[in-house]
C-alpha cells in the first residue's frame, strides 16, 4: 500500500574493518619495537666485542698472556657467542603472527574486493567522474591511489571482459607513471593490457601505437610482436576498404562510429530509463515547475488532532505533488538511531529480490546493500518507531512488514524498481529517485519520507517506480516500512477514482 522510508547515518560493518586494521598496526608497531630492541642488543654486543679485538689484535701475545683475558676469550667463545646466537634467533613475530591469524577471519575475500572495484566504477559512470579525479583524491575524505591501486581497477575490470573500464584505469596508471611515480608495477605489463583493451573497442590504430609503445620498452614481447602484425594487417585491409567504398557507405561508416563512440562504456542491458535515473541522481533533469513547486510548503502536522501531536506536532514537507511525496523531519532522536544500529548490525546479509523464474529469493547486481529485519517484540525501541508510524500517518501497521534495516555502503545502490507485487545524511550521492515523474529525493539524518504505492481503488501506481543511487561519499542508513493495504479498510476506504 504505501512506505515509509526513514533515514540515517553510519558506516556499517566496514567500520570495524577500521578497526580491525587499527589493531593490527598496534601489533605490528609492537613487533617492530621488539626487533628494533633486540637489534639494539646485537648492535652493543658488536661494537664492545669490535673495540676489545681491536686492543687485542694489537699485540695478541701480550694480551693473551694475561689470564683474565685468556679465561674471558674461553668464556666468550663457549657462552656468550652461544648466548648471542640464541638472542638472533629468538623469533619475536609471534605475538603479531598470531594476532594476524585470529584477525584473518574478519577479512574480506577477493569477491568483496572485486564488489568494491565495481562499486567504484559504478560510481564513476553515474556521477560522470574522471579517473584523474578519483585518482588524485579530489573526492571529499579520500586520499590518493597509486598506480597499484589504478592497475588492480583496470584488471578486475579487463576479468569481466569490460574493456571501457580497463582502458580508463590503466591509463590513469600509465599516467601516474609518466608523471615519475614509483611502483613494482611494470609499464610494459600497463602497455600490453591498455593495447588490448583499447583493440577490443575497435580503435587498431591507438592500439597500435601503444603496442609500438610496448615493443620499444621489450622488443622481445612475444604477444606484442604478434599483434603488431595483426594490427597493421587489420589496418591495412581497413583502408584498403575505405578507398574501394563509395562516399555514402564512408558516410555510413564514420555514423556507426559515431554512435558507437556514443554508446561506449555502456552496460549490455542499458535501458532508456538507466539514462533518466544516473540522471536524477546527479541532479538533473528534475522535473518541476515554478507553478508547482509554489504549492509545496511545510507545516506542522497533527494527524487531525491525534492527542500525542497536539501540544508537539510534527515538521511535515511536501517533497513532490504526483505522486504526493511526504517529508517528516526529526522522527528518530540519536539515540533511537543508535540502538536501531546496534540490533540490526550483527544480522545484516546482502539485500535479496524476488527472483519470478524461480520463485526463490536472490542476490542481483542491481541491488547492492545489505540489510535484516527487526521485530517489535524483540526491543521497546522497535515497538515504538512502529507505533510512532502508525500515529503519524494514521495507517494500521498490525499487518505491515517488520521494520527493515538496510544499509547502502559506498556504491550501493537498488536500481528501479515497484514496492507493490523504504536514517542518515549522506555526504553526497545516495537520493531516492523516481524515474517516472524526475522527482529526486535527497536523504536527510533522522527524517522520514512517506508515500502511497496504491491508488485507493487498490491499483498500483506506476509513477511511484523508485531507485535509491548509489552513495558517493559515506554511508547511507535506512529503515523501510511498508504497511499493506489490509487492515486499512476503514482508515483509508477503497475508491474507485484514482485521482483520490
Known sequence: LCSFLIFRMENGQMTDLLYTEKDLVTSLKDYIRAEESKLEQVKKWAQKLDVLS????QDPEGFLGHPVNAFKLMKRLNTEWGELESLVLKDVSDGFISNLTIQRQYFPNDDDQTGAAK??????????????????????????????????????????????????????????????????????????????????????????????????????????????????YQLAKQKKVEVEEGLKEKEKREREKREASDKKGRPADYLPERRKYEQLCRGEGIKMTPRRQSRMFCRYSDNNRHPLYVLGPVKQEDEWDRPRIIRY?????????????????????????????????TTAHYRVSKSAWLTAYEDPVVDKINQRIEDITGLNVKTAEELQVANYGVGGQYEPHFDFGRMSDV????????????????????????????????EGDYSTRHAACPVLVGNKWVS??????????????????ESD
Open 427 to 458: 555526504p553526497s550521492g545516495g537520493a531516492t529517485v523516481f524515474t517516472d515523474v524526475g522527482a529526486a529525493v535527497w536523504p536527510k539524518k533522522g527524517s522520514a519520507v512517506f508515500w502511497y504505492n496504491l491508488f485507493a481503488s487498490g
Open 480 to 497: 523501510n516500512k511498508w504497511i499493506h493495504e489490509r487492515g486499512q479498510e476503514f482508515r483509508r476506504r477503497c475508491t474507485l477514482d
Open 119 to 232: 562499486a567504484l566504477m559504478r560510481l564513476q559512470d553515474t556521477y560522470r567522474l574522471d579517473t584523474q579525479t578519483i585518482s588524485t583524491g579530489e573526492l571529499p575524505g579520500e586520499s590518493p591511489m597509486t598506480v597499484e591501486d589504478c592497475f588492480e581497477l583496470g584488471k578486475i575490470a579487463y576479468s569481466d571482459a569490460d574493456y571501457y573500464h580497463t582502458e580508463l584505469w590503466m591509463e590513469q596508471a600509465l599516467k601516474q607513471l609518466d608523471g615519475g611515480e614509483e611502483s613494482t608495477v611494470d609499464m610494459v605489463t600497463i602497455l600490453d593490457y591498455l593495447s588490448y583493451s583499447i583493440y577490443q573497442q575497435g580503435e587498431l590504430e591507438r592500439a597500435l601505437d601503444y603496442t609500438k609503445r610496448l615493443l620499444k620498452l621489450d622488443s622481445a614481447h612475444q604477444r606484442a610482436n604478434g599483434n603488431l602484425k595483426y594490427f597493421e
Open 329 to 361: 523531519h526529526d522522527v528518530l532522536s540519536n539515540s533511537e538511531i543508535e540502538k536501531v544500529k546496534e540490533l540490526a548490525k550483527p544480522r545484516l546479509r546482502r539485500a535479496t529480490v524476488h527472483d519470478p523464474q524461480t520463485g526463490k529469493l
Open 54 to 57: 681491536a686492543t687485542a689484535i
